[in-house]
């Protein structure tokens, strides 16, 4: 099913979901060992799945720290592919929901391709910039806002934080209305910065392709971290309009994490098809 731009937010099917990994780098090997998702629909709950996975492989002990999980626990959970069947029945149709979506969705995109599988091609968004449109804090970590918010409190176990993602989406959601903002459509542009009616920022050719065709870019860029520009693999994910001007949102292969990239920094692009 292909959810219409225009189907009001209330109305969605909606998949809030959160993985614990065994580490934060997916170019190290690092794999999923934890899984929660929630599905809900027009505000009822039509189901829930949540359990430790085996990764093959021992937690990073910065991780274990962080999530409390063991790797006694681990060695003895189901291997990732026997929970695919769930994950392909709850995500069915819906909109995807997470924090710092692009994390979850790089290490879910990494399991399906061990197995020989796709990336799940749906309709997401993203609590993480929502809230950094929506609302005023020192910190937009899903600990801190819900601290604030006064919304269930994250563990970093994959349950509790889908609960704690939930209430924070429908806590943004108000605000979204309160803005004219109601649509999946309108959810999707405020993400990228852009209020209901305002115009869509212009890509360059080669950006504008990329995005079309779902190609990596190689990008030379002048950041201020390095003195010199430096030579990038990117995967676009979608454009912003921020104080500073367009703004190209992709997963960097360098940092191993989704970056902004101001087009005005941009000095060189190639496309890299196939």
Do not use: W
């Amino acid at each position: 099913m292909r959810l219409a731009l225009d189907t009001p937010l209330a109305a969605l099917p909606l998949l809030f979901l959160d993985f614990e990994t065994t580490g934060l780098d997916l170019g190290a090997g690092h794999r999923v060992c934890e899984v929660a998702l929630l599905r809900e629909r027009a505000g009822t709950e039509e189901g829930r799945f949540a359990c430790l996975l085996n990764p093959g492989r021992l937690l990073d002990p910065q991780a274990a720290a962080v999530n409390g999980l063991c790797d006694a626990d681990l060695a003895t959970a189901l291997p990732f592919a026997t929970v695919v069947p769930t994950i392909d029945a709850l995500t069915a149709g819906a909109v995807l929901v997470g924090h710092n979506l692009a994390f979850d969705l790089a290490f879910l995109s990494a399991e399906l391709q061990f197995l020989g599988r796709p990336p799940l091609n749906s309709p997401n968004l993203d609590t993480l910039p929502l809230a950094r449109r929506l609302l005023h804090r020192p910190s937009y970590s899903l600990m801190a806002l819900a601290s604030e918010l006064g919304l269930p409190r994250p563990t970093h176990q994959a349950m509790p934080d889908v609960l704690a993602l939930q209430a924070l989406f429908h806590h943004l959601r108000m605000l979204m209305a309160e803005l004219g903002a109601t649509t999946l459509g309108d959810a999707l542009r405020l993400e990228r910065g852009m209020l209901p009616g305002a115009p869509e920022p212009e890509a360059p050719p080669l950006i504008a392709q990329a995005l079309a065709e779902g190609c990596a870019l190689r990008i030379v860029y002048r950041s201020r971290s390095s003195p010199e520009p430096t030579t990038r693999t990117i995967h676009p994910i979608y454009l912003s309009c921020e104080r500073g001007g367009t703004y190209l949102r992709a997963f960097c292969e360098l940092r191993q994490n989704v970056r902004a990239f101001a087009l005005a920094k941009i000095a060189a692009i190639e496309l890299i098809q196939g």
